[in-house]
């Protein structure tokens, strides 16, 4: 499967963006579905994930209740919207499938990877 994510860009801190990823070439309603992001210097990390359904989201400690995770199965796609944002933020964000069901968390979990798209929280 393929993954194309997009809406980074620069914010102001306190402000919201919303990212999208678009699925194509697999079965999407198979895989779960995550978020991950890399700072400059720093290990990939985990925001958000989403089983195949949507019924059961995941978050976080940093982002709980700031950001919230989505798909549209109809659709091929999955979004992120993250409010209150802080300069903590700032990452390239990442979305990934997982076609087996392991922990969510763990990057190495997931089998394929979108290209990322930067997302910079000014202060």
């Known amino acids: 499967v393929q993954l194309q994510a997009s809406g980074g860009g620069l914010v102001q801190a306190g402000g919201s963006l919303r990212l999208s990823c678009a699925a194509s070439?697999?079965?999407?309603?198979?895989?779960?579905m995550g978020w991950f992001r890399q700072a400059p210097g720093k290990e990939r990390e985990f925001v958000a994930a989403i089983s195949r359904s949507g019924g059961n989201t995941y978050y976080a400690e940093s982002v709980k209740g700031r950001f919230t995770i989505s798909r549209d199965n109809a659709k091929n796609t999955v979004s992120l919207q993250m409010n209150s944002l802080k300069p903590e933020d700032t990452a390239v964000y990442y979305c990934?499938?997982?076609?087996?069901?392991?922990?969510?968390?763990?990057?190495?979990?997931?089998?394929?990877w979108g290209q990322g798209t930067q997302v910079t929280v000014s202060s």
């Open positions: 990934a499938a997982d076609a087996g069901g392991h922990d969510h968390n763990l990057a190495a979990a997931y089998d394929y």
């Open positions: 070439g697999g079965t999407f309603s198979s895989y779960r």
